[in-house]
T-cell receptor, first 115, second 114 residues
Framework: DAKTTQPPSMDCAEGRAANLPCNHS???????VYWYRQIHSQGPQYIIHGLKNNETNEMASLIITEDRKSSTLILPHATLRDTAVYYCIVRVGGGGGTSYGKLTFGQGTILTVHP | NAGVTQTPKFRILKIGQSMTLQCTQDMNHNYMYWYRQDPGMGLKLIYYSVGAGITDKGEVPNGYNVSRSTTEDFPLRLELAAPSQTSVYFC?????????????FGPGTRLLVL
């Protein structure tokens, strides 16, 4: 799986948009970009994923550059409860096989949302 | 559905003791995973299973063993506990078979080896 690079920490004011960047310059054509977050040592929580098109769900938006070498997770209206470690992970999609689903976690970005 | 459950939530072991961390999922998922997370670090894969009776090593398997006799259960065994195994352990599962799926994680087991 391709490696990812994220800033170690970011701050955001409550109510503002939080934009978390991720570089994955060695991504392959069949690899998806996944975002997870981990709140205070709980189990990681899935946020969103995408292949090459921008994606949006009830939690966040994912913007992937045209060359797919980087992406940005956007939390449109950050709240104090969004304070967490955010992980950007690149992995092969596919429907099965022995390597299916394995996630390689980096150290992520610690997002702190301030009142 | 309860999702992925793990027991115990917290345990203190003495060096050399053994224990089994339990993981159960009620979603009929084929794939299951064990990760460990050391303080300030990301998760590292210990072992995984693609179905009942099939297991394989991940990135950091030394000192651990697993078994998968049923679809629901995927216990992790520590035979001779060492201080280096002090960590938080997470179990996860995914159904498998579709191009894109998300992993479901359990709440974790905190292990302290003294």
């Amino acid at each position: 799986d391709a490696k990812t690079t994220q800033p170690p920490s970011m701050d955001c004011a409550e109510g503002r948009a939080a934009n978390l960047p991720c570089n994955h310059s060695t991504i392959s054509g069949n690899e998806y970009v996944y975002w997870y977050r981990q709140i205070h040592s709980q189990g990681p929580q899935y946020i969103i994923h995408g292949l090459k098109n921008n994606e949006t769900n009830e939690m966040a938006s994912l913007i992937i550059t045209e060359d797919r070498k980087s992406s940005t997770l956007i939390l449109p209206h950050a709240t104090l409860r969004d304070t967490a470690v955010y992980y950007c992970i690149v992995r092969v999609g596919g429907g099965g096989g022995t390597s299916y689903g394995k996630l390689t976690f980096g150290q992520g970005t610690i997002l702190t949302v301030h009142p | 559905n309860a999702g992925v459950t793990q027991t115990p939530k917290f345990r203190i072991l003495k060096i050399g003791q053994s224990m089994t961390l339990q993981c159960t999922q009620d979603m009929n998922h084929n794939y299951m995973y064990w990760y460990r997370q050391d303080p300030g670090m990301g998760l590292k894969l210990i072992y995984y299973s693609v179905g009942a009776g099939i297991t394989d090593k991940g990135e950091v398997p030394n000192g651990y063993n697993v078994s998968r006799s049923t679809t629901e259960d995927f216990p992790l065994r520590l035979e001779l506990a060492a201080p280096s195994q002090t960590s938080v352990y997470f179990c996860a599962s995914i159904a498998g078979g579709r191009p894109q799926e998300t992993q479901y994680f359990g709440p974790g087991t905190r292990l302290l080896v003294l």
